[in-house]
């Protein structure tokens, strides 16, 4: 007991002689610590990937934590970052509310907070400094613009909508965006609209009782790849072309929708991106640098179409 | 009431009864809302219409809802089924796994283990699932809410674990037929429940097994003591559903050609318990029907389909599921009906 007692305490020594003498080599080496949610998807896992390779690029010492989709964890995990007096922390919020005490404690520490990918209800807004993430209604707003575009049939065009789950802001937001533009159109109309749950199986299933029942399809529009790619299975059982009889429009851009497009099965996908490590990375230099930050910042996201797909393919990481 | 013809008045007390009138209206209430709800055509060699999909995605439930129905007919109950999916699930799609290989624009797929290596290794890790249900319910005297309680929870947590948080997508064509594959134009689905279906009628009713089944779920005292080895029958009971489980999965897996830890068999249990209450099963053991059970799975997926195709709004799907639910379960109640004849009866005599 009393030996391992001597041996730790002469590893921490050990450990302030070596951080003290490393300090003057890194003295300008920023520190991040980050708070991930959790590794609950691909697309979760892409953005972890990200911000720890952003990290590594831009040369910031970047402390991780992993709440497996816990706030108490996430909040655990902010409290140490503030007792290692990190230089700016960033996470994203698992759920919006009751962050107030935590980014109470970190602004009188006086160490910046950055908030990724998800928002939080708070009264003070000053709690944190900026948050960086996707805009959901933008995305079904590109969505609906793509389609207004490029469907060139004549006549009436019947959309059958594939929502996400219930009551989450991805599936509220996208909708939402993409009703803002068609309307701008009257041939088209969402003539059906069901939840699939963002989930490949419900799409699947869903879109087999919307082809027995209507006979008339043109578009699907998919709030996620998963439920396309889980719809077109369906259309193919039905003996239709998807991507020909039925224009597919989805979103996230995910290795899937790549294959899927590449196959001539779906038609496009708009990029949900999650690797807003370098754009992260960036910002927090700034902060750190005593920049002012919009309060909402949007990651950079593209569309892609069928035709670029093979192109783009080989560059995709998620 | 002397009126009414013998075998009429039989029908009308058998069990299955209640279950396939719900089961019919369900189909009139799809029919009304879309013509096209009984047609059938040929489509690329396979049957196709609304009758078909509805069988066929029902599948995975009546499968789970047979094992769920010994089970339940032991006096226990398995919430662990859809964890069991999960598992058994990502094990053969890890297995398999596959990756698409582009070489000079040409795709081919390859397969990381032989299939039926696969799956019958994703079916000895369901079968390990009931195993440890088994050992916890009889050899442990566990409750067996709390027993599989354990593997429900942890489950998913494993299948994340095999599947490194990720969706796997299988990329090895063969596999795709157990669940989207035809068979002189009907799904190969349906064969795996039709061969489970036959062997377990076979054991309940040329065996005893049915019999020392209902025993341990009357009395499960008076049933050791007439000479049933009760705990070993309870132990191989968790066993089967776990492995109807695992079958599940294959379907499941197949279908959607890939495995989600987080969504794979998501609430199966419930809706497997669901089926079998509706099936006529009473869930304090005992009598019990495997063809009961899955007519319940069938009005499940009807009533599901029908929630398809009415055009409910998303976020009202399941307060509508739940209500017919709730209406169904008003149809077969036994007391219900008793108390309305008696109100009928008697408004009848004042008149």
Redesign the interface.
Known sequence: MLKSRRSLLSAIAAGFIVGGLALPAFAAQLTLGFAQV?????W??ANTQSIKDAAKAAGINLKFSDAQQKQENQIKAIRSFIAQKVDVIAFAPVVTTGWDTVLKEAKSAKIPVILTDRSIETKDPSLYVTMIGSDFTEEGRKAGKWLLENYKNPGDVNIVEL?GT??SAPAIERKKGFEEVIKADPRFKIT????G?F???KG???M???L??DKKVNVLFAHND?MAI?AI?AIE???MKPGKDIIIVSIDAVK?AF?AMMAGKLNVSVECNPQLGPQLMDIVKEVKAGKAQPKRINTKEGVFPMETAAKEFPNRKY | MNRLPAPFLAGLRHRLFWPCVTLALLCLVNFY??R??FDIEI??G?L???VI?ILN?AAPLMLVAMGMTLVIATRGIDISVGATVAISGAVVASMIGGS?VIQNGVQSYVSNVPMPLAILGALAVALLCGLWNGLLVAGAGMQPIIATLILMVAGRGIA?LIT????V?VYYEPFFFIG?GFLLGIPVSLYIVAVVLIALLLLIHRTALGLFIQAVGINPVAARFSGISARALVFWVYAFCAVTAGIAAMI?TS????A?G???GLLLELDAILAVTLGGTSLAGGRFSIVGSLIGALIIQTL??A???L?????I?MVVKALVVFAVCLIQSDALRAMLARHVLRTGEAA
């Not at chain 2, 490194?164 to 969706?167: H, K, L």
């Not at chain 2, 279908?255 to 890939?258: M, P, Y």
């Not at chain 2, 055009?311 to 976020?315: D, I, L, M, N, Y």
């Open positions: 959790g590794a609950e998807s691909e979760r896992t929502q219930v009551g059906r609209s069901q939840t749950d989930t490949r199986s699947k299933e869903v087999e009782a919307f027995k029942t998963d889980g299975q059982a039905a003996g899937g294959e | 809302f879309n096209g709800f489509k690329n396979a196709y219409g609304s999909d995605r698409l994340q490194a948080g990720q969706i997508t989207n499941i279908n959607v050609k890939s989600d987080n969504n794979a599901t389909y929630i398809y195709s055009g409910v709004p998303p976020e799907n």
